[in-house]
């Protein structure tokens, strides 16, 4: 079992849409967890970043984090055409020198 | 957020010559700093952790003197590539990790192509 499952998508969704992404992870070490937006030939920008169980809202973007389950989620509200890109979950264990691990990361397009 | 910044954005240069990208962190102090290699569509691929003062850690298959890492203060860190080849064309990208956050910011990456 991999470390971190993301579903590569593409995930297709009509503007205005609430967009919903998600991560598994195994390793209950991770305590640190971030949501990356990607776009083509372009460096990952940090999205939102936290280290708590529940939700943290960043304007349209929601991070969701359930350590009992192991699973994270990333909200996108009133989807945009800009927001088309993909997007990478990561984690980073409690031992802050470990390497952060990274999803597949999942494409996402919004369709005008 | 804080910035990564990353230098040349892209460079095409010729079979082997050695290309040297600088990744800088401009607002805070990274005491380790990463180097990506991404290929169109793909993943994100580790090449290797790089620690100011102290020699740069590779990740398996990773060839320690074709890619040099030089992490010289805790705002730079730079990647040579030593004798270049069109095989060693991809999109190389810096990250450095900010303790006080416990997060990771990336540069804008380096499209490297060589002829």
């Known amino acids: 079992q991999k470390e971190v499952e993301q579903d590569p998508g593409p995930l297709s969704v009509p503007e205005g849409a609430i967009v919903s992404l998600n991560c598994t992870y195994s390793n209950s070490a991770f305590q640190y967890f971030m949501w990356y937006r990607q776009y083509s030939r372009k460096g990952p920008e940090l999205l939102m970043y936290t280290y708590s169980s529940g939700n943290k809202e960043d304007g349209r973007f929601t991070a969701q984090v359930d350590k009992s389950s192991k699973y994270i989620s990333l909200f996108i509200r009133d989807s945009q055409p800009s927001d088309s890109a993909t997007y990478l979950c990561a984690m980073i264990p409690m031992n802050r020198d470990d390497k952060i691990i990274f999803g597949k990361g999942t494409r996402l397009h919004i369709l005008p | 957020g804080a910035v990564v910044s990353q230098h040349p954005s892209w460079v095409i240069c010729k079979s082997g010559t050695s290309v040297k990208i600088e990744c800088r962190s401009l607002d805070f102090q990274a005491t380790t700093m990463f180097w990506y290699r991404q290929f169109p569509k793909q993943s994100l691929m580790l090449m290797a952790t790089s620690n100011e003062g102290s020699k740069a850690t590779y990740e398996q298959g990773v060839e320690k003197d074709k890619f040099l890492i030089n992490h010289a203060s805790l705002t730079l860190s730079t990647l040579t590539v030593t004798s270049a080849h069109p095989e060693d064309s991809s999109f190389y990208i810096c990250?450095?990790?900010?303790?006080?956050?416990?997060?990771?910011?990336f540069g804008p990456g380096t499209r490297l192509l060589v002829l």
């Open positions: 990250s450095a990790r900010d303790w006080r956050q416990e997060t990771q910011y």
